[in-house]
């Protein structure tokens, strides 16, 4: 045993371990205070449908409830962009599509050891637009609102 490693580091490593797995659990799936029930608690992602237009894509995100949102792609090859939108589908099919942040995480952190540069948050930010973009839409609001509503009434 290294006579440089005491036991108060020890007990720290331990205490560090089950922190950090506390926080894990905390950020999971299985959270109760992540899963609360309201009126958008059964709609799914039931679709991810990528679409080339020129030099752009445009991914259109559709749930179980007819509720669809759409999402741009810029500044990526937009057959790369179509294909790493439908790889990053089934992380998000069956999900509810108004837990906006759970998702962004859950693709984010899944793929964030693969190297590659922007590309994934590329795409990555056209599925958070769709998925603010339903949720507008079933809460009858526009997107603005949801982010907080107009800072000023008027145009500089």
């Given at each position: 045993m290294n006579?440089?490693?005491t036991r108060r580091d020890a007990l720290g490593a331990?205490?560090?371990?089950?922190g950090l797995a506390l926080l894990n659990d905390a950020v999971g799936a299985d959270n109760p205070a992540a899963n609360v029930g309201?009126?958008?608690t059964t709609i799914k992602i039931s679709a991810l449908k990528p679409f080339r237009v020129g030099t752009k894509a445009y991914i259109k995100i559709e749930t179980n409830h007819g509720i669809f949102g759409w999402g741009e792609v810029t500044g990526l090859d937009p057959t790369v962009a179509c294909e790493l939108a439908n790889i990053l589908f089934e992380l998000l099919n069956g999900e509810n599509p108004t837990r906006i942040e759970y998702l962004w995480q859950k693709v984010y952190r899944a793929h964030r050891?693969?190297?590659g540069g922007s590309f994934l948050v590329h795409v990555?930010?056209?599925i958070d637009c769709a998925l603010w973009d339903i949720t507008g839409k079933l809460w009858g609001v526009p997107v603005y609102r949801l982010l907080g509503g107009p800072v000023r009434d008027y145009v500089r």
């Open positions: 006579p440089d490693f331990g205490a560090l371990a089950a309201d009126r958008t050891n693969v190297r990555l930010s056209a």
